[in-house]
Nanobody, 126 residues
Framework: QVQLVESGGGLVQAGGSLRLSCAAS????????IGWFRQAPGKEREFVAA????????YYADSVKGRFAISRDNDKSTVYLQMNDLKPDDTAVYYC???????????????????WGQGTQVTVSS
């Protein structure tokens, strides 16, 4: 069992930055990968970024590559998503999710993730 709580969302102007946090509890944090997803109104949930158990392997959606950075602090059981140069198209509810089946490999599909947080709203104004 894993509990995930996101924080750090808010309203920001285009070109601005936000850092999202995902605090985990339950199962030992360093035994699973974490992914960030987002869902805009009327759209399907889409993959944003993922990080393996150690933080040494990451993967990004093309739409955020070069602007977003995912990292983790296993001592704090927390994953971060640093979002820079935000665009109005980045507006969405952002979710973190735990993939207990993979420690090192990174999955892109939401169905591969076992536990989800409640989400945090990110709104980027033009």
């Amino acid at each position: 069992q894993v509990q995930l709580v996101e924080s750090g969302g808010g309203l920001v102007q285009a070109g601005g930055s936000l850092r999202l946090s995902c605090a985990a509890s339950g199962r030992t944090f360093s035994t699973y990968a974490i992914g960030w997803f987002r869902q805009a109104p009327g759209k399907e949930r889409e993959f944003v970024a993922a990080v393996n158990w150690s933080g040494g392997r990451t993967y990004y959606a093309d739409s955020v590559k070069g602007r977003f950075a995912i990292s983790r602090d296993n001592d704090k059981s927390t994953v971060y998503l640093q979002m820079n140069d935000l665009k109005p198209d980045d507006t969405a509810v952002y979710y973190c999710a735990a993939d207990l089946g993979r420690r090192d490999l990174l999955a892109l599909g939401p169905a591969n993730y076992d536990y989800w947080g409640q989400g945090t709203q990110v709104t980027v104004s033009s």
